[in-house]
């Protein structure tokens, strides 16, 4: 059963830093992009990053790029996400995701955060004031 549970999230000022956590396990981890998405209130959900374990290759929503970095342990099976510079427009849910298949998403192109993801985390907040 492949279980997703994310942690890391919380309350920090503009301009602070938080690292989320996702473990996943119940698949094989380095034959699968992983994947973050965020969403705020009465927003869309958003890709943020995504990370190939099989080539480490990395993607990042224009939005966070230069500030935020994905990087993956697979002796931990965990993705983690450093989000340095956090500014009020960065508070949201923050999910991890696992595509339904391995043969998923290409990270580092275009629509990645458009392929089918089946496994979510229950999602981890962050809020960052002003």
């Known amino acids: 059963e492949v279980q997703v549970v994310e942690s890391g999230g919380g309350l920090v000022q503009t301009g602070g830093s938080l690292r989320l956590s996702c473990e996943a396990t119940g698949f094989t981890f380095d034959d699968y992009v992983i994947a973050w998405f965020r969403q705020a209130p009465g927003k869309e959900r958003e890709g943020v990053s995504c990370?190939?374990?099989?080539?480490?290759?990395?993607n990042y929503v224009d939005s966070v790029k230069g500030r935020f970095t994905i990087s993956s342990d697979s002796a931990k099976n965990t993705v983690y996400l450093q989000m340095n510079n956090l500014k009020p427009e960065d508070t949201a849910v923050y999910y991890c995701?696992?595509?339904?298949?391995?043969?998923?998403?290409?990270?580092?192109?275009?629509?990645?955060?458009?392929?089918?993801?089946?496994?979510w985390g229950q999602g981890t907040q962050v809020t960052v004031s002003s």
């Open positions: 990370i190939s374990n099989m080539d480490v290759s990395t």
């Open positions: 995701a696992v595509p339904s298949s391995q043969y998923g998403p290409i990270c580092a192109a275009t629509g990645w955060d458009g392929f089918i993801y089946t496994h």
